[in-house]
């Protein structure tokens, strides 16, 4: 019997998708995390209360949770990267499909990203691919929300801590709700494909 979730595809040929090739965040040099520390500098200060505690625990305290911001940016930045290399991969995968008669017809044409594609994203989750801690939607929710990846010091410490997470699933879940029906998803073991990590 088969699993109504999934749309049939004629045939039982296991189908080759091109390999999604993953943009890892580069390690960033000396000077680079200085800069990003320093931008964040005035955010750390902002967020502490005002103390009478010495100086010396008061300059550690801002020290640390500049540390954390800067932290959370570089998640961020791996999530974006991700979202940016999975939406590049469907990109490719539509090509196949297009390529191929038996898969041609599965993708409707419209305007690209259409929310239909995030039945690919499925696939992904559904295959198990790696993601080292990285959640797909929450990474292409982050590449659909902004274009190129913003640098440190446009994000306030509000967004950092506490709202990129939720931007980015809202952004996702709007994205792929946009169909009418519920996506159909593609048959995981029809599918084959490679994924390789590229460093910046």
């Not at 640390?64 to 800067?70: G, I, R, S, V």
């Not at 993708?107 to 989750?125: C, E, G, N």
Request: aromatic residues 10%.
């Amino acid at each position: 019997m088969r699993d109504e979730r999934y749309i049939e595809i004629p045939g039982s040929k296991t189908h080759e998708l091109p390999p999604l090739l993953v943009h890892s965040a580069a390690e960033h040099a000396p000077a680079e995390e200085a800069a990003d520390l320093a931008a964040v500098m005035s955010e750390a200060e902002d967020m502490l209360a005002a103390s009478d505690v010495d100086e010396v625990i008061l300059e550690k305290r801002r020290f640390d949770l500049a540390l954390q911001l800067t932290a959370q940016y570089r998640g961020l930045l791996s999530h974006w990267l991700w979202g940016e290399s999975v939406l590049e991969w469907i990109r490719q995968c539509e090509i196949t499909f297009e390529c191929e008669a038996t898969l041609r017809k599965l993708l409707h044409p419209d305007v690209w990203p259409h929310a239909s594609r995030a039945s690919f994203v499925t696939l992904l989750m559904e295959k198990a691919v790696p993601t080292h801690g990285v959640a797909l939607e929450k990474a292409v929710g982050l590449r659909l929300t902004f274009r190129q990846p913003p640098p440190i010091n446009c994000f306030s410490n509000q967004f950092l801590f506490y709202l990129n997470s939720t931007v980015a699933d809202s952004a996702y879940q709007a994205w792929s709700h946009l169909v009418p029906q519920a996506p159909t998803l593609f048959p995981p073991e029809r599918f084959h494909f490679e994924v390789m990590n590229i460093g910046n």
